[in-house]
C-alpha cells in the first residue's frame, strides 16, 4: 500500500471561496479516512482584495505539522498565486484558470512563471462555473472538481461532503456547488492528460467519522463538556472565536456569557463566579494576559480557581495580531509580584486543547489556583481531524474539597494540609464564612504579617503544585530511548513539527528522539533529566527569539542546549528543524556544518 | 439620689446577642480610625441586612483596596477582599455565578472612581442585581491623605501641598449617567436614615448604587468635617419624582449635601432576568 503526503493550496483574493474551498476539501478527505491539517492565512483588514491562502496537508499516516512547502497550488487569482509560488515544490503541480476574464500580460498569469519540473493544467475555471451555475461564484468548486479528477479523489465523495456541509442552506447552494464541482471534474476528465505523479488513489484509506475542529473550537467543546457556568471576555485576536462560540452555545445550557469592557473586569467576573463555586473561564492573547496579571496574581493569594486560556500572538505590546508565536511563556509562568504559584498547561495538538482544557477545570477546582493554557495563533486557527473528543472523566467534574462537618465546626479556609490544599467552603454554606484576602493570612484568613505565617503559607500554595505535578500528564517521549545523538526538546505547537523531524531524522539514520512537556508550571524536571542525560546533543527549538523555554530547562537542567529560537511568523517547520538536526548530527548529505 | 443600677459585661452582652446582629459580626476589631463614619455604615448594613432576613452565609460582602476595602474583615460573611479598584467586576462575576446570593459591594472613592473607574459604568449599565456601597471620604486615607477623585479643588493634600488641582467627580451624576437603575445618597452620621436607603437599595432588583458619606477625621480636620457636613445636609424637594432621571440629575448638581433617594428604575430588567427572558423568547 502505498503512502501519501500531498499539501494543496488554493490561493485567490477574499471573497473568492478559497477559504470555503480549502475547508470542503478538508472535510472530504478527513471522512474517506486520511489525515489532515489545515492553516489557512488571510488578510488582516475585513474588506478589500487580500491573498487569501487555504492550506491543507493531506496524508495517510498521522499528519503533525502543517508542512513547509506544498506540492499543489490552484490559482483562483493570478496575482496572489504568483507570490504563492515560492512556497511550491520544485516538482509541484499549478492548476489555474486558462480563460480568466480579462486578459492578462505574459508576466501577469502564472502559466508563465512555471518552472521547469513543475506541471501545470489549465482549465477554464471561469468558463465552467458559468456554464454550470450561471455565474462565478462556483469557480473554487470547478477547481475541486479539476483536483478530484488529476489526483483520483473519489467525485462521490466530494458531492456527498458537500451535500452534508451545505445541508441547512437552500437547496439552489447545494446544487450550484455540486454541479460546478462536476463539471470541473468531468471536464478535466475529458480534456486533460495528466503527467504528473502526485494522486490519492491506490491508496487504501477507511472512510471515518471524525470530528474536524480548530484549536478554539476544542477549547469550546471541553469548556462545556466540563460544565463551564461563566465565560468572560474581551475581543481579542485570536481568541475572539471562543467567545463567539460560547455565546452560543453557553446560554442554551443556562450559562452566562459576560462581554467586560476589559480583559481585567473578565479575570474578575471569571475569580467571582469561581468563588461562588461555579466553573469560569476567560480567554484572551498577550495584551490581555498583561491586564490580568494582578488578578490571576490575586487567585494564586486567595486561591481561587480560574481557567485562562491564553492564544499567542506575535508581541510585544499589539505586535503581529494576525501571527502566531510562542513568546508569552515568560509572562505565563512569571508574570507576577511576589511568589505566585499558577499551572501553566501546554497543549500540543487540536485533540490536547480539549483534554487540557477539560484537565485545566479540574486542575483549577481541585487545587484552588489558576490554571493559565497556553495556545497560539496556529494551534488556535488550525483545523485537524480528531477522533470525536471524550467528555470528561466524572471525578474532573465535581473536583472541590469541600469541607466536611468536623471542618465547619471552626472553619479554617486556609488550613495548612499536607497537599496543601484546604477545604473550601461555597457562599451559601452555613458555618463557613470567611474572608478570601489577597493580604497575607492565617489559616482564618485574617490579615497577618508575621514572617512565620508567611513562609507556611508561601510554602503551602507552592505544596499545591507539586501534588498536582503527580496528576498531569509526564512528558512525550517519542522516537529513541537510548544512545540518542540528537534530542528534540520543546513545548506546545512546536511539538508536533519536532517529532515529525525527529521521525524523518530515524529514517535517514540518526539516531533521535523528541520529548515536550504538558506544563510548564509544575514543571517535570526528573523526566527532562532523565532525557537530557540519554542525548548526546540537545536541540530546543521554539518560536520566541530569546529562548523563553530553553532559559526555563537551562535553570532546571545543567546542560549545554543547541537553539533554534526564531520568530518566522509562522509555525516552525519541521523541515527546519530536520535541517537542524542533520547539521548538529554532522551527517546532513552536501551541507555544511554550522560551527 | 438613687444608686445606679450595677452594669455587668457579660448580661449587656446577652442582651446585644439577644437583638441577633452578632451573627453578622466577625472576631476581627475594626482597624478604622477613632470617629470614622464607617462604624455606623457597618452597622446600618447588619441591621438592615438582619431586618431584611438574609441569613449572613448567603452574604457575599465584595471590597477592593483601601479603608472602605477592610469592611468585608469585620463581617461574618462570605468576604471578598480583592484587589484595588475591581471589586465590581468580581461581584457581578459572584452573582452571576449564584443568583441566590445577597451580593454587596463595599469600595471608597479612590478605589471605585480612580482606579476602577472604568468598571461603574459597565456593571451599572448592564444592570446586575448588586448593591454598590460608595464609602466615600473624600481622600486616600489607608495611604494617608493624598488627593482623591472626589477631593475638593483646591483643597491641600498630602500628594498636593499646594491644594489639589483637579476637579472632583460628582459620583451621584456618574451613576445615573451610566445607566444605575437605583441611585441615593445617604450621610455616615444619621444611621436610622441610612437604614432605610440601604433597605430600599438591597430590595432594589437590579445595579443599586449608594453614595455613602463620610468625613475624613485624620487626614481633613479643616475642609470636609462632621460638623461642616451636617450643616449643609438637606432633604430632595418634597415633589421630587424620583422616576424622573433629568430631576434627579439636577439634584445631583446641587452644591449641598442631599441625603435620600434620587432616582429608582423599576421597569428594567436586571442582567440575570433579561438572559433568561432572551433565551425563553429565543426558545419560544
Redesign the interface.
Given at each position: 500500500m502505498a503512502n501519501v503526503d500531498i499539501v494543496i493550496e488554493i490561493c485567490g483574493m477574499a471573497g473568492e471561496g478559497v477559504i470555503s474551498g480549502g475547508e470542503i476539501l478538508a472535510r472530504c478527505m478527513s471522512d474517506q479516512g486520511f489525515d489532515i491539517m489545515s492553516f489557512d492565512s488571510y488578510p488582516a483588514e475585513i474588506r478589500g482584495f487580500g491573498k487569501c491562502v487555504a492550506h491543507t496537508r493531506i496524508g495517510s499516516k498521522p499528519i503533525l505539522s502543517p508542512g513547509k512547502y506544498s506540492d499543489i497550488l490552484i490559482s483562483l487569482n493570478d496575482k496572489h498565486a504568483i507570490e504563492q509560488l515560492p512556497a511550491l515544490r520544485e516538482t509541484g503541480v499549478v492548476i489555474y484558470d486558462s480563460m480568466p476574464r480579462a486578459y492578462l500580460e505574459e508576466d501577469e498569469s502564472i502559466a508563465g512563471w512555471i518552472e521547469p519540473g513543475m506541471t501545470s493544467y489549465g482549465v477554464p475555471l471561469l468558463q465552467l462555473s458559468h456554464k454550470a451555475a450561471g455565474d462565478a461564484r462556483g469557480r473554487n468548486m470547478v477547481a475541486l472538481g479539476a483536483l478530484a479528477a488529476l489526483f483520483h479523489i473519489n467525485p462521490d465523495a466530494m458531492t456527498a461532503t458537500l451535500k452534508k456541509r451545505y445541508a441547512k442552506k437552500n437547496q439552489i447552494v447545494i446544487d450550484n456547488n455540486v454541479n460546478s464541482f462536476l463539471e470541473g471534474f468531468n471536464w478535466t476528465r475529458e480534456n486533460i492528460v495528466k503527467t504528473d505523479r502526485l494522486s490519492f488513489g491506490g491508496v487504501r484509506a477507511k472512510a471515518a467519522d471524525k470530528a474536524i475542529m480548530s484549536g478554539n473550537q476544542a477549547v469550546v467543546r471541553a469548556a462545556l463538556d466540563s460544565n463551564i457556568?461563566?465565560y468572560?471576555g474581551y475581543p481579542i485576536t485570536p481568541a475572539t472565536s471562543i467567545m463567539e462560540y460560547l455565546a452560543r452555545q453557553l446560554?442554551?445550557s443556562g450559562g452566562?456569557i459576560?462581554q467586560?469592557?476589559?480583559e481585567?473586569?473578565?479575570i474578575?467576573?471569571?475569580?467571582?463566579?469561581?468563588?461562588?463555586?461555579?466553573r469560569?473561564m476567560t480567554a484572551t492573547s498577550g495584551p490581555g494576559l498583561c491586564l490580568m496579571s494582578?488578578?490571576i496574581n490575586?487567585a494564586a493569594m486567595?486561591e481561587c480557581p480560574a481557567v485562562i486560556v491564553n492564544s499567542q500572538r506575535g508581541g510585544p505590546s499589539t505586535g503581529l495580531p494576525t501571527k502566531t508565536e510562542q513568546s508569552d511563556l515568560n509572562i505565563a509562568l512569571f508574570g507576577a509580584s511576589g511568589d505566585s504559584p499558577r499551572i501553566v498547561l501546554a497543549p500540543r495538538s487540536v485533540a490536547e486543547c480539549h483534554s487540557f482544557t477539560c484537565m485545566a477545570f479540574h486542575l483549577a477546582e481541585k487545587y484552588q489556583t489558576p490554571v493559565i493554557l497556553l495556545l497560539d495563533f496556529f494551534l488556535s486557527r488550525s483545523l485537524k481531524n480528531i477522533d470525536h473528543p471524550k467528555l470528561p472523566d466524572k471525578k474532573w467534574l465535581a473536583s472541590n474539597l469541600a469541607p466536611s462537618a468536623a471542618d465547619l465546626k471552626d472553619y479554617k479556609r486556609y488550613k495548612i494540609t499536607n497537599s496543601g490544599v484546604s477545604p473550601r467552603a461555597?457562599?451559601?454554606?452555613?458555618?463557613?464564612?470567611?474572608?478570601?484576602?489577597?493580604?497575607e493570612h492565617n489559616e482564618k484568613g485574617?490579615?497577618v504579617y508575621d514572617a512565620r505565617t508567611h513562609t507556611a503559607m508561601t510554602a503551602k500554595r507552592y505544596r499545591k503544585l507539586d501534588h498536582a505535578a503527580r496528576e498531569i500528564p509526564r512528558p512525550l517521549w517519542t522516537g529513541d530511548k537510548k544512545d540518542i545523538a540528537v534530542g528534540v526538546l520543546t513545548w506546545g505547537s512546536t511539538a508536533g513539527a519536532a517529532m515529525e523531524a525527529v521521525d524523518r531524522a530515524r529514517a535517514a539514520g540518526v539516531r533521535a528522539a523528541a520529548m515536550s512537556p504538558a506544563c510548564l508550571a509544575p514543571l517535570h524536571t526528573a523526566d527532562i533529566e532523565a532525557f537530557t542525560a540519554a542525548c548526546r546533543s540537545v536541540l530546543v527549538p521554539e518560536g520566541n527569539f530569546t529562548g523563553q523555554f530553553a532559559n526555563l530547562i537551562d535553570g532546571a537542567v545543567t546542560r549545554q542546549f543547541h537553539r533554534l529560537s526564531e520568530i518566522p511568523c509562522a509555525p516552525i517547520p519541521a523541515e527546519d528543524i530536520f535541517d537542524k538536526i542533520m547539521d548538529i548530527a554532522k551527517i546532513a548529505k552536501g551541507r555544511k556544518v554550522k560551527a | 439620689m438613687a444608686e445606679p443600677k450595677p452594669f455587668y459585661l457579660d448580661e449587656k452582652l446577652k442582651e446585644v446577642a439577644a437583638r441577633g446582629y452578632l451573627d453578622y459580626r466577625?472576631h476581627?476589631l475594626p482597624t478604622w480610625c477613632p470617629g470614622c463614619g464607617y462604624f455606623g455604615m457597618t452597622q446600618a448594613l447588619i441591621e438592615v441586612a438582619h431586618e431584611l432576613g438574609i441569613?449572613?452565609?448567603?452574604m457575599?460582602i465584595?471590597s477592593g483596596i483601601g479603608c472602605a476595602g477592610r469592611a468585608?474583615?469585620f463581617y461574618?460573611?462570605?468576604?471578598?477582599?480583592?484587589?484595588h479598584g475591581?471589586a465590581?467586576?468580581?461581584?457581578?462575576?459572584?452573582?452571576?455565578?449564584?443568583r441566590?446570593?445577597s451580593v454587596f459591594v463595599i469600595t471608597g472613592d479612590g478605589d471605585c472612581l480612580g482606579i476602577g473607574g472604568?468598571?461603574l459604568?459597565?456593571v451599572a449599565r448592564?444592570n446586575v442585581d448588586i448593591t454598590c456601597f460608595l464609602y466615600d471620604n473624600n481622600i486616600y486615607g489607608l495611604t494617608k491623605g493624598q488627593s482623591s477623585p472626589t477631593t475638593p479643588l483646591g483643597q491641600p493634600t498630602s500628594s498636593h501641598p499646594y491644594g489639589n488641582p483637579d476637579a472632583p467627580l460628582n459620583p451621584m451624576a456618574l451613576a445615573l449617567t451610566y445607566g444605575a437603575t437605583f441611585a441615593a445618597r445617604c450621610f455616615a452620621g444619621d444611621v436610622a436614615h441610612m437604614k432605610g436607603v440601604f433597605k430600599a437599595a438591597i430590595e432594589h432588583k437590579g445595579f443599586s448604587f449608594v453614595h455613602c458619606l463620610s468625613p475624613c477625621v485624620t487626614f481633613d480636620k479643616e475642609n470636609i468635617t462632621w460638623k461642616r457636613m451636617r450643616g449643609l445636609l438637606a432633604d430632595p424637594p418634597p415633589n421630587h419624582d424620583t422616576a424622573s432621571l433629568s430631576e434627579a440629575m439636577r439634584l445631583a448638581q446641587d452644591p449641598r449635601y442631599i441625603t435620600g433617594l434620587f432616582f429608582q428604575d423599576k421597569s428594567r430588567l436586571d442582567y440575570?432576568s433579561y438572559?433568561d427572558q432572551?433565551?425563553k423568547d429565543f426558545k419560544g
Open positions: 457556568h461563566l468572560a446560554p442554551l452566562v459576560v467586560t469592557e476589559d481585567i473586569s473578565a474578575g467576573h471569571v475569580i467571582g463566579a469561581g468563588f461562588a463555586g461555579k469560569a494582578e488578578f490575586y486567595a461555597l457562599p451559601g454554606t452555613p458555618g463557613g464564612m470567611h474572608v478570601a484576602t489577597g493580604l485574617k490579615p | 466577625s476581627e441569613p449572613h452565609h448567603d457575599g465584595v468585608p474583615i461574618d460573611a462570605y468576604g471578598f477582599h480583592t484587589i475591581r465590581l467586576p468580581v461581584a457581578s462575576g459572584l452573582k452571576l455565578g449564584n441566590a446570593l472604568g468598571h459604568a459597565h448592564k440575570q438572559l432572551a433565551l
